[in-house]
């Protein structure tokens, strides 16, 4: 089992920034990967950025060069730091943790609401 808390999000105005937190109820290294997912109004839910345990990092295109996914190993604690927001990264971001347990298990948080205003 893995509980996540989110912190972070709100509303800002385009090409502001945002933090967004996510803190593990166990280390990162015991799991297989760590990141975040968005689901905007009407739209499947979609990768945004995750660590692997395997030391990949992986970003969604539309995101590349403004997001910067990091992490405190020591608080099992993942960032996603949103710089250059735009209104079409406006969604519910969720975090993500995938373990291996047997099969392959997701587990989310409870979502955060980041809105960009135009």
């Known amino acids: 089992q893995v509980q996540l808390v989110e912190s972070g999000g709100g509303l800002v105005q385009a090409g502001g920034s945002l933090r967004l937190s996510c803190a593990a109820s166990r280390s990162f290294f015991s799991l297989s990967a760590m990141g975040w997912y968005r689901q905007a109004p009407g739209k499947q839910r979609e990768l945004v950025a995750v660590?692997?345990?395997?030391?990949?990092?992986n970003y969604a295109d539309s995101v590349k060069g403004r997001f910067t996914i990091s992490r405190d190993n020591a608080k099992n604690t993942v960032y996603l730091q949103m710089n250059s927001l735009k209104p079409e990264d406006t969604a519910v971001y969720y975090c993500?943790?995938?373990?291996?347990?047997?099969?392959?298990?997701?587990?989310w948080g409870q979502g955060t609401q980041v809105t960009v205003s135009s």
């Open positions: 993500n943790a995938k373990l291996k347990n047997g099969g392959l298990y997701d587990y």
């Open positions: 660590f692997t345990n395997g030391g990949v990092t």
